[in-house]
């Protein structure tokens, strides 16, 4: 039995079958679009059917345009988190407005940082042009992965107060022990086929704990489960780290 084989299609088949599932994935899509559950966005206040992304059906909100990772942000917040940014300073790279809306508000003080243009600070992640100590809580949402995020761990613990937090959401894969990241892979078409995307440097497996942890943080999770996913359309099993600078010594006595 040896190099036995199922019957292939032939090439017109193939294309045609091509052709077929292409088309069959857009009126899955459209459909879904146009008559697949309602959710609730915790972010605007919208009930309806969300709206797809690419490949991903129902992710979107179609009144704010909030993704999965920001209304797990809001319910973080809306579940006890509001509490730590209360009063705080909270630093936020590569903003997103639907989070600044509601992040702003709490903080003490708040500002927006960046390496481009058009944001309250012009910052470098991996050499943030700021004094140790100086902020509460940095937000970074899907920005690590765009950069040496060892330099950039180490920035963010030392500019963060003690007891201080950093929220991050990364492309991750839980059933991977380790990152994928390779530095052979340094076109855009190698970080298109195997990061998802021109500009990642990495897909992060669950040792992304790890890093955090190695830079000095505690870490914990808030992780997208049911009912919630289903409810605010979170992507199942997503989570935002909690990541924790220890405090002061002495602190809290
Ligand atoms: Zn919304």
């Given at each position: 039995?040896?190099?036995a084989q199922?019957?292939?299609r032939?090439?017109a088949e193939?294309?045609?079958?091509?052709?077929?599932?292409?088309?069959?994935a857009?009126?899955h899509l459209?459909r879904?679009?146009?008559?697949g559950?309602e959710?609730?966005c915790c972010?605007?206040?919208?009930r309806?059917?969300?709206?797809?992304?690419?490949?991903?059906?129902?992710?979107w909100c179609?009144?704010?345009?909030?993704?999965?990772?920001?209304?797990?942000?809001k319910?973080w917040?809306?579940?006890g988190g509001?509490a730590?940014?209360?009063?705080r300073?909270?630093?936020?790279f590569?903003s997103?407005?639907?989070l600044?809306?509601?992040?702003?508000?709490?903080?003490a003080?708040y500002a927006?940082?960046?390496?481009l243009?058009?944001?309250d600070l012009?910052?470098d992640?991996?050499?943030?042009?700021?004094?140790?100590a100086?902020?509460d809580v940095?937000?970074a949402?899907?920005?690590?992965?765009?950069?040496?995020d060892r330099?950039?761990l180490?920035?963010?613990?030392?500019?963060l107060?003690?007891g201080g937090?950093?929220l991050v959401?990364?492309?991750?894969?839980e059933?991977?022990?380790?990152?994928l990241?390779n530095?052979?892979?340094?076109s855009?078409?190698?970080?298109?086929?195997y990061?998802?995307?021109?500009?990642?440097l990495?897909?992060?497996?669950?040792?992304f704990?790890?890093?955090?942890?190695?830079a000095?943080f505690a870490v914990?999770d808030f992780?997208?489960?049911?009912?919630?996913?289903?409810?605010?359309?979170l992507?199942?099993g997503?989570?935002?780290?909690?990541?924790r600078?220890?405090a002061?010594?002495?602190?809290g006595?």
């Open positions: 039995m040896d190099g199922p019957r292939g032939s090439q193939i294309d045609e079958k091509l052709d077929l599932r292409a088309r069959l857009v009126e459209a879904l679009a146009a008559e559950p959710r609730d972010l605007c206040g919208y309806g059917r969300f709206s797809p992304v690419r490949t991903k059906p129902g992710i179609p009144s704010c345009d909030s993704r999965p990772r920001h209304r797990l942000f319910l917040l809306d579940r509001a730590e940014i209360e009063g300073r909270v630093l936020h590569a997103e407005p639907i600044t809306a509601v992040v702003q508000p709490l903080a003080r927006t940082a960046d390496i243009p058009g944001h012009h910052l992640m991996e050499a943030i042009d700021q004094p140790d100086s902020w940095a937000i949402n899907h920005v690590l992965e765009h950069l040496d330099k950039a180490a920035e963010l613990h030392r500019v107060a003690p937090l950093f959401t990364v492309p991750l894969v059933g991977w022990a380790e990152t990241e530095p052979a892979w340094t855009p078409e190698d970080r298109r086929a990061y998802t995307d021109p500009l990642h990495r897909f992060y497996g669950r040792d704990r790890d890093r955090l942890a190695q000095g914990e992780t997208a489960v049911e009912p919630d996913v289903f409810r605010f359309g992507q199942r997503e989570t935002l780290f909690v990541a600078k220890a002061a010594p002495g602190a006595r």
